[in-house]
């Protein structure tokens, strides 16, 4: 019985063989079918749109004809020349309408006949119009109204209407016959593919089984993908920190349990709003919410890499605000980059750095009253007040007396860094000699500089003024004497000079000792930074005393630098604005701005601030004066207090704001109080908020942005083209885009290449004098960066070009639409 089941087996693998043969052969088939099907009905549509097209052309070219016939007439009656502007227009779009319908019938010989006689119609139809018109002018409205009566114009109408007729009918005919023959087509392919559609049932059950079994599969992996995701939010949710989940234009997707309390908002009540609802976004650049998250915190593309992180300042759902640590990185998804933002409230921790500052406030001023006398007791003590005191007594007498004023010097530069920190020191500003400041620094150092053996010289030089406190910048130059004289070997000589030029009055305190090590630079102007601590103490340093000159120096709108070789000694600078009278001012041809400030210190210091960049400005100390000025004189910004004496700083801005003369100029605010003007002034357009005192490298920063925006022009497109026609077309369309230069040959391109680098170039392939590709090599921006072209020429183009080149626009497809949106993607102009 062996051998019969053997050959029903080897029976039934032939059987399915077979089966599985016929079944992919009859698939194969209807594929072909279908496909050739599908190729039918695309054709059947294209020629079914192409007869639209055509009968719309026909149409449209009578409807222009009506349009020019019902201008004509209405100017011959009434003498208004207001008819004429459907004529013009009509008469203006005719000839294209027309030679667009001698393309559309270019492949149908059988209608070439009907399509010249249309032409010579139009033609005979355009030359009574325009007859017409010629007459009204020239003879007036009866021998018009006559030539009109002659049927001429009626007579060409009725003829074109016999010939649309004729073009239209035969169209509809056409049309009708390819649809029947595709109706038969198609129903041939369905009784095809119902004969087959028994082998495709069993396709189908295939396909079921299949089924079933990756349903099977997909329940096992969405298991333990449920089991992965619940492990990660637990994670999530139970971190002490704030975690949000940010798409790259700071919306909200995902918050933690943390966020939730911490903020007041629930996930979904926050889902896609933007991150602005819970910090505050108010900084340079932040305003506007349009932009991304990383340029509203003021961050470059790319500059990111693994993480930042940035102080803000929250706020909870009643309003609350509060100071957060926000820990951003990036978070790669197959959606593209979004962002991770840890937030962290340093409420906490701000309340013990305040405590901190009080605590060192506090024991530093009650430590002074106590040192004062009992430095003041050794004092007279060591001078023989309390008459001779044996030398054994004399000598420890001194060395109290020298560490109690050590102490004393420590106590009184630690409340000057509370000050600075805090904002509470407060500069006396007025006129001063930067040289007399020299010499009186020198008479208050030369007792110590006589101890250590050291000579302290001011060279001769002319006067030196500056606007500033005359303690505070003694207080410098005595700590940079000092620590000259300390660091000098006996005999030496400390060289002090100061020297006025173009913008600044510079003061430079030169020692020949051992110079600055190169680890040390770094940290040089750093909080109790000393290059060797031991010798440093022994010598009563604090570590204090550059940082608050550096500090106290650039608070007078200066800075405190310095030059050092090992070995060879150093010299530490400081540069002030140089103080010019108003009439002895140097003209600048530097952007104008306008100074809306009522202290007239703050305002002199800053205008000397911005001479140094090259630019000029007035100053208007009243909001009243401010808004006068703007009206009557053109400025390329506005620096705004906000607090001024007849009205507020937000208020005036929101005034520039609403004026269309003023709306445009850029505003930064420079005031005491930023915080409040933020809150109050979210809307506004700010280029920067500045806290006073002035911090001029972030001043130079607001001042970078104005320029940016004077500098912003519109880009510079050269368009090589011999068609005067379509470069006049093309100029008018990129007239609010870019500023075009037209040169119709090669030879013409390279004279205008040889004076100007343009942003873009538009070239034609056929010119006059050769190949548009051979300009291609002239296109060098003399940096080794080429400019980017666009071919825009009714020639196709070798695709082995395609690499050289930006776009590839056939005239005959391309829309002057399509031209001008090429145009602003790559010159970066992004359309409205």
């Known amino acids: 019985m062996r051998p019969p089941v053997l050959v029903s087996r080897r029976n039934a693998t032939l059987l399915v063989t077979a089966v599985a043969a016929i079944i992919v052969i009859a698939l194969g088939g209807i594929g072909l079918e279908l496909t050739r099907e599908f190729s039918r009905e695309a054709e059947v549509r294209a020629e079914v749109e192409r007869s639209h097209e055509t009968r719309n052309q026909i149409l449209s070219v009578f409807s222009l004809l009506q349009d020019a016939e019902t201008g004509q007439r209405g100017y011959i009656i009434t003498g208004d020349e207001r008819f004429l502007q459907p004529y013009s227009e009509a008469e203006q779009r005719l000839a294209a309408q027309v030679a667009r319908l001698e393309r559309l019938y270019a492949t149908q010989p059988d209608q070439t006949a009907d399509v010249i006689t249309l032409k010579a119609l139009v033609d005979r ?27 001429a114009g009626k007579a060409a109408m009725d003829d074109i209407r016999v010939v649309i007729d004729r073009m239209v009918s035969h169209e509809a005919r056409a049309l009708d016959g390819l649809i029947d023959r595709a109706e038969a087509r198609g129903a041939a392919t369905k009784r095809l593919v119902a004969g087959l559609f028994a082998l495709l049932l069993i396709t189908v059950l295939a396909s079921s089984f299949l089924g079933w079994r990756y349903v099977r599969t997909r329940r096992l992996l969405l298991a333990e993908v449920r089991t992965t995701a619940a492990r990660q939010a637990a994670i999530f949710d139970s971190a002490i920190d704030s975690i949000l989940t940010l798409n790259p234009s700071g919306s909200i997707e995902t918050m933690n349990a943390a966020a939730t309390r911490m903020f007041g908002w629930s996930g979904p009540e926050l889902v896609r709003r933007d991150i602005s609802v819970l910090l505050d976004m108010d900084g340079a650049g932040a305003g506007d919410p349009a932009k991304g998250f990383l340029a509203r ?18 706020r909870r759902r009643d309003g609350e605000t509060f100071p957060v640590d926000v820990a951003l990185s990036l978070m790669p998804l ?9 937030v962290r409230d340093i409420s906490e921790r701000r309340r013990v750095d305040e405590m901190k500052q009080q605590f060192v406030s506090t024991v530093s001023h009650e430590l002074r009253t106590p040192l004062t006398s009992i430095a003041g007791s050794l004092g007279l003590l060591a001078g023989g007040a309390a008459g001779v005191i044996p030398d054994k007594a004399a000598r420890l007498i001194s060395i109290a007396h020298s560490n109690s004023q050590r102490l004393v010097r420590l106590i009184n530069d630690i409340l000057d860094v509370e000050k600075l920190e805090s904002g509470q020191m407060v500069l006396d500003m007025a006129p001063q000699d930067l040289r007399d400041i ?87 102007f750093s909080k109790f930074a000393q290059a060797d601590s031991s010798d440093t103490r022994a010598k009563g340093g604090t570590g204090l005393g550059l940082a608050i000159a550096r500090e106290i120096a650039e608070r007078h709108g200066g800075r405190l630098w310095f030059e050092s070789a090992p070995g060879e000694g150093a010299t530490f600078h400081m540069d002030l604005p140089l103080e010019i009278d108003e009439v002895d001012a140097p003209a600048t041809e530097g952007p104008h701005l306008l100074i809306v400030e009522d202290d007239a210190d703050a305002a002199r210091v800053l205008r000397t601030m911005l001479a140094q960049d090259g630019f000029s400005a007035d100053i208007a100390a009243t909001a009243r004066e401010a ?10 910004a506005v620096l705004v207090d906000l607090q001024l004496p007849d009205a507020d700083g937000v208020g005036l801005i929101r005034t520039l704001r609403a004026d269309a003369r003023t709306r445009d100029i850029p505003v930064v605010v420079v005031s005491a109080d930023i915080a409040r003007g933020r809150a109050r002034g979210r809307s506004l357009e700010v280029i920067d908020w500045l806290e006073k005192p002035f911090d001029q490298s972030r001043l130079r920063d607001a001042v970078a942005g104005i320029l940016d925006r004077i500098k912003t022009q519109r880009p510079v497109v050269l368009h090589v083209d011999d068609d005067p026609d379509i470069l006049a077309v ?3 369309a990129l007239s609010g885009v870019a500023e075009v230069t037209a040169a119709p040959t090669l030879s013409h391109a390279r004279e205008i290449l040889r004076e100007r680098t343009p942003d873009l170039v538009i070239l034609d392939l056929g010119l006059p004098d050769g190949s548009g590709l051979e300009l291609l090599a002239d296109l060098d921006d003399g940096d080794g960066q080429t400019v980017p072209v666009i071919v825009y020429s009714a020639q196709e183009m070798d695709a082995a070009l395609g690499d050289r080149v930006e776009a590839v626009l056939v005239k005959s497809r391309t829309s002057l639409a399509g031209l001008v949106r090429t145009v602003r993607r790559l010159t970066g102009k992004g359309g409205r």
Request: aromatic share 4%; glycine share 10%.
């Open 627 to 636: 808004l006068v000025a703007v009206r009557t004189d053109a400025y390329a």
């Open 438 to 524: 020299a010499g009186r620094s020198i008479e208050n150092v030369q007792g110590l500089a006589d101890d250590l053996g050291v000579t302290l010289k001011l060279n001769e030089g002319p006067p030196a003024p500056v606007r500033g406190d005359a303690d505070r910048l003694i207080q410098v130059v005595v700590n940079l004497l000092s620590n000259a004289a300390k660091f000098s070997p006996a005999g030496s000589e400390v060289e002090v000079s100061v020297q006025p030029e173009t913008r600044i009055a510079r003061l430079s305190v030169r020692d020949h000792g051992p110079g600055i090590p190169d680890e040390f630079r770094a940290r040089i």
């Open 297 to 314: 915190l003021g961050f470059r593309e790319g500059e990111m890499g693994e993480g930042v992180v940035r102080e803000l300042t929250a």
């Open 125 to 151: 139809k355009q030359d009574t119009l325009t007859n017409g018109i010629r007459t009204r002018q020239q003879q007036g409205r009866d021998p018009a109204l006559a030539y009109v009566a002659t049927g």
């Open 334 to 342: 197959p959606t593209g980059i979004h962002m991770v933002a840890v």
């Open 730 to 732: 093309t100029a008018s």
